[in-house]
Structure formats: C-alpha cells, structure tokens
C-alpha cells in the first residue's frame, strides 16, 4: 500500500517556519519609573519580576512593538530612546532625540516611532508637594516642543517636527497619513503631515479650557477626546476637530483612553487622585474611582477585564476590576512610575491595540 509523503512534508515545513519565526514574546506588563528603570509585571499574574536597567536615564514614554520583540523608553536624563530587545531584557541600541524626551507612541503597523522632546525644558524633576502648573512637568513656554519622528527599520531619526510649546499629548489620524498633537504651554492642538511633518491644521482651545495633555480617538475614527489640565475637563471634538461639547472632570485630568468597542471613555484626575470612567455616547459618569497620588497613565489588560493605573507619587501601581470598578490590588515597589503599556497590546494612555 503507497502512503503519501504530504503530511509529514507539512509537517516538517511547520516546524520550519516556526523555527524561523523564533519564540512569541512573553505576556508582559511594562512600567517605567522615571527614578529607575523599567519594570515588568507578569501579565496574568500581575507580579513584579524581571526589570530593565537603563542606568541614571529617567524613562518617561515607553511602547512596544507589535510584534512584541522591541520596547522603546523616552529618557529624559540621557535625552535619548532606548531599545530593548525583550528577549534578554538588554538595551541593544540608543538613538539621540534631544533635551527631555517624554511623550512616546509607536505608529500602528510599527514602522514609525514619535517621540516628543522640549529644547526649553530645565532638565530638573518636578518638586513634591507642588500644586498647579509645575507640579507634573519641568517645561517652560520659551521654545516649541518638537516631534522625532523615528525609522524602526534603520533605526535613526528622519525629520523633527516643531511643534508649539510644550507638547505633551500625540495621536494618530485614522486616515494614515496625519497625526495630532496637543500643545500645552498656547492652549492649541495641530494636525501635522507625517511624510512632510508639516502643520495642515491648528486648532485653538483656549475658550474651552487649560492647558490640552491627553488626546485618544475614538475605535471608529469619528470622535477625539482632549484632557484639559487646567481646567478640569475634557473636551469632545469630531473628525474635523470641531469642538463639539465641554464634560467636567476630577481635577487635573491627563491621561484618557476609550475601551475597544469605543462605549467607554476613561481619565484619569492625577491631581485629584481619581480614575473616572464616561459613558462615550452620554458623557455621563459611569463609575469614579479613588486612586493614587499623581497617577498620570493607566492600560486595561489585553482582555479589558482591569486596568492598571501607574501613581508617581504613591509609588505603586493600582489594579481596577471592569466589572465592578473597584480596586482590587495595590502593587508595590516602584519609583515614580510614569507610564504602563501592555504585550499583546491594549487601548491605554499610551498605546491601542
């Protein structure tokens, strides 16, 4: 009787283009601590364990790469991005921005990283106990932040696009072609041209409030959402960046974040030591939770059962059950944690999935 070869064939190319793949990242938990380095978290256990060593750099912005092999930190002390290869946990590579490297997003697909950095910025960490505009930043207004817009592929910086002074905040246009940024220190937010980087559009927030940081759009393109610091607010704006409504919130909002199926919208109240969760269709509160002191960023976990709220002053990260909007876990052991991303990733204040 004559068998066929086909299966064991299949078989053997399988493992082939298994072998050549390599292994799948770890499910993993990124924070960065702007007084250490990067710690990991295990994400189904949400245990602290591995961590990354990045010297005396003061990481602020992190995001990994799609593919999960790659995790970039925004140093604010070395004024550089480092590369981790997540594997071995080992900076393979540095890439110079320029003074105070903070914000940090990774362009969907994974082909560019942008990077937004302060030529006027005192270098110097913000005081404890402060309150108001200087308490969560080190900028000034002398100078316009600017934007490296970085080649994942080369890995070197091809254009630096000037932004306004103090640019915090940075989201990408649906149409692939644009991002926006928002501009603290002139109440403004503008459109640029990723090809080019030049400004196509700018939009002036001042008579609906202080001071725009965090900016998300919406799942299905047609709505954007800008925290207002300074005046206890966020702003709903449409896909032409009409401002469209005024909702109240905790004092000090920054960053926000829509849930996947876009029906809910969270911020998080950094001086008022609240998370808030919205109803994106009503804008009315579902749910307000106590948390930390100065928690900036926050991430639900890939399947949107918690999230993970990073406090810079409580030094901990704080654990929040979906369901019930309770806290459930308090992790400690960090150092001024900034920023919290996911692999696989998740909708968060600094990343989507």
């Known amino acids: 009787m004559k068998t066929s070869r086909m299966p064991v064939v299949g078989a053997a190319m399988a493992l082939l283009l298994g072998l050549a793949a390599g292994p799948s990242a770890a499910e993993s938990v990124y924070v960065s601590n702007q007084d250490a380095g990067v710690t990991i978290l295990d994400l189904n256990t949400l245990k602290p364990g591995a961590s990354v060593d990045l010297g005396n750099s ?40 320029g003074k105070n490297p903070e914000f940090l997003r990774i362009q969907p697909g994974g082909k560019l990283a ?9 270098g110097k960490p913000p005081a404890k106990g402060g309150h108001g505009k200087d308490d969560d930043d080190d900028d000034d207004d002398k100078l316009p932040a600017q934007v490296a817009v970085i080649d994942l592929k080369q890995w070197k910086v091809l254009r630096n696009v000037v932004g306004a002074p103090e640019t915090e905040g940075l989201e990408f246009v649906p149409d692939g072609k644009h991002f926006v940024i928002t501009n603290e220190g002139n109440d403004t937010i503008t459109v640029h041209n990723i090809a080019s980087g030049k400004q196509v559009k700018k939009i002036d ?9 965090g900016i998300k759009v919406s799942p299905d393109g047609k709505t954007y959402i800008v925290t207002m610091e300074n005046s206890n607010n966020y702003l709903v ?68 059962s918690k999230l993970l709220v990073a406090c810079g002053r409580s030094d901990d990260m704080e654990i929040i059950d979906t369901a019930s909007y309770k806290v459930t876990a308090n992790v400690k052991g960090f150092k001024m944690p900034w920023g919290v991303v996911t692999y696989p990733k998740a909708s968060g204040s600094l990343d989507a999935p």
């Open 58 to 97: 003061d990481p602020r912005g992190l995001g990994v790469t799609p593919d999960g092999k790659w995790l970039l930190t925004a140093n604010r002390e070395t004024g550089d991005v480092a590369v981790v290869d997540t594997a071995t946990l080992k900076v393979v590579r540095r890439i110079k921005i």
């Open 237 to 304: 704006l449409d896909s032409q960046f009409k401002v469209l409504k005024s909702v109240p919130t905790a004092e000090g909002p920054y960053g926000v974040a829509f849930d996947k199926a876009g029906k809910r919208i969270v911020v998080v109240g950094s001086r008022g030591a609240k998370l808030q969760v919205f109803d994106a269709a009503t804008h009315k509160t579902v749910a307000e939770v106590p948390v930390g002191k100065r928690c900036w960023h926050f991430t639900f976990t890939p399947d949107e």
């Open 114 to 122: 942008f990077v937004t950095f302060e030529p006027s910025s005192s």
């Open 205 to 213: 927030l001042k008579s609906h409030g202080h001071r725009p940081r």
